[in-house]
T-cell receptor, first 115, second 114 residues
Framework: AQSVTQLGSHVSVSEGALVLLRCNYSSSVPPYLFWYVQYPNQGLQLLLKYTSAATLVKGINGFEAEFKKSETSFHLTKPSAHMSDAAEYFCAVSALTGGGNKLTFGTGTQLKVEL | GAGVSQSPRYKVAKRGQDVALRCDPISGHVSLFWYQQALGQGPEFLTYFQNEAQLDKSGLPSDRFFAERPEGSVSTLKIQRTQQEDSAVYLC????????????FGPGTRLTVT
């Protein structure tokens, strides 16, 4: 069984400040980990993924995440927030099995960026 | 190229009506997933197809929910006798053969049951 916990349903940062969105996972097998972003009334867009290669993963729009097995974490960061980053962010875990790689999502973190 | 498309984008149904939601995956993608996203929640897995075979339907909440993908491309999610608790956004995603771990999502269908 797999699960994801996202700490903080709402995060507010100033424009230009560091963005840190937290994600902890639980998985009985080596996990694949993902961050998705969702803008209002849109589907989910893949930001980045960890698939057991490099532990520091770089994604689109300047985001990156580090897989830390000892902490079972996959936190998302961006050095400098932009107004366009305001959206909802979902962390997800999957395991590639014969039944496909169905994703298990966290409950999401709403990021607000203030001037 | 064209992404995953879903129709209708919005659907309002009276309680007890049947609805059908359509998903057009990216051309050539072998895997197709349906998820349900309730308001303020993350998406939850419903069912998975590989080509035309439905390999996992463990997430379907009741026998009122039925999905098919008869020719291995377009998929339809059908909900019979809709209930208010079925109100949610239904998301479809597809994956290519060489990157099964990478899912591309459509914009979703927002279903409101009144």
């Amino acid at each position: 069984a797999q699960s994801v916990t996202q700490l903080g349903s709402h995060v507010s940062v100033s424009e230009g400040a560091l963005v840190l969105l937290r994600c902890n996972y639980s998985s009985s097998v080596p996990p694949y980990l993902f961050w998705y972003v969702q803008y209002p009334n849109q589907g989910l867009q893949l930001l980045l993924k960890y698939t057991s290669a490099a532990t520091l993963v770089k994604g689109i729009n300047g985001f990156e995440a580090e897989f830390k097995k000892s902490e079972t974490s996959f936190h998302l960061t961006k050095p400098s927030a932009h107004m366009s980053d305001a959206a909802e962010y979902f962390c997800a875990v999957s395991a590639l099995t014969g039944g496909g790689n169905k994703l298990t999502f966290g409950t999401g973190t709403q990021l607000k960026v203030e001037l | 190229g064209a992404g995953v498309s879903q129709s209708p984008r919005y659907k309002v149904a009276k309680r007890g009506q049947d609805v059908a939601l359509r998903c057009d995956p990216i051309s050539g993608h072998v895997s197709l997933f349906w998820y349900q996203q309730a308001l303020g929640q993350g998406p939850e897995f419903l069912t998975y197809f590989q080509n035309e075979a439905q390999l996992d339907k463990s997430g379907l909440p009741s026998d009122r929910f039925f999905a098919e993908r008869p020719e291995g491309s377009v998929s339809t999610l059908k909900i019979q006798r809709t209930q208010q608790e079925d109100s949610a956004v239904y998301l479809c995603a597809s994956s290519p053969r060489d990157k099964l771990y990478e899912q591309y999502f459509g914009p979703g269908t927002r279903l409101t049951v009144t």
